[in-house]
């Protein structure tokens, strides 16, 4: 990767370069530069931004690394007292009966157990929403280049790979049903490919998230 001062022409020092931050300084210029904006994407001049940082709400974190940081949120929501005794009830009902009386009985009914797949597979969908209310997260990982995004529990969960010289900007877009954990919204980090998360966060958590990374990476709303 070859770059070059927008004013003087000089080509940057790789010392002068730091990637994880999307940062790039001109000496003889005195004047930082956005990676993503030399590269043709997004501007150029690091928006005035205040450090998230700085001011981190209740259910997140931030810690520096080795070679970047790590970020996150939990998705914990107050919607837990309601959903997991819901899906007991809900589950147990509908399962139990379709399922638990074949069980019980020791006989296979065909009918039954085809009628019961969409209950199966609703329950699976809400009793993830519903455990990612009690103790899901999205965290952050950028290092180098490398943004990678994780949705989950503890370890078991979702990956996503981004290299954040591709992305254009980070916005915010969906429907917000005033519920903590049961909005619709997503962080969009614009691609290509745009990479979509964070929905089940409350807003506050989400905008920590995509202001932090409008912060290191120089990207606009
Ligand atoms: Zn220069």
């Not at 730091?18 to 997004?42: K, M, P, Q, W």
């Not at 969908?125 to 280049?145: D, H, P, R």
């Amino acid at each position: 990767m070859k770059l070059q001062c927008p004013n003087c022409n000089a080509e940057f020092p790789p010392t002068d370069v730091n990637v994880t931050d999307n940062i790039a300084y001109c000496r003889s210029c005195n004047e930082a530069f956005t990676i993503s904006g030399l590269l043709g994407h997004g501007p150029t001049v690091r928006p005035a931004l205040p450090d998230p940082t700085m001011n981190i709400p209740k259910g997140c974190w931030y810690r520096e690394t080795m070679d970047g940081w790590i970020a996150g949120a939990t998705t914990r929501s107050p919607v837990a007292f309601f959903i997991i005794p819901f899906m007991c009830i809900w589950s147990g009902g509908s399962l139990g009966g379709i399922y638990g009386t074949q069980i019980v009985q020791g006989k296979f009914d065909l009918f039954m157990s085809l009628f019961g797949i969409p209950f199966l597979l609703g329950s699976l969908l809400l009793w993830s929403i519903a455990i990612m209310c009690v103790a899901g997260k999205v965290e952050l990982t950028a290092s180098g280049e490398d943004l990678t995004v994780f949705t989950g529990v503890g370890k078991l969960g979702w990956t996503k790979k981004i290299t954040i010289t591709q992305a254009s900007r980070v916005y915010t877009s969906g429907i917000n049903y005033h519920y903590p954990g049961s909005n619709n919204v997503n962080i969009i980090i614009e691609g290509p490919p745009n990479t979509r998360f964070g929905s089940g966060l409350s807003f506050v958590r989400q905008m920590f998230l995509a202001q932090l990374l409008r912060y290191k990476f120089g990207l606009p709303e």
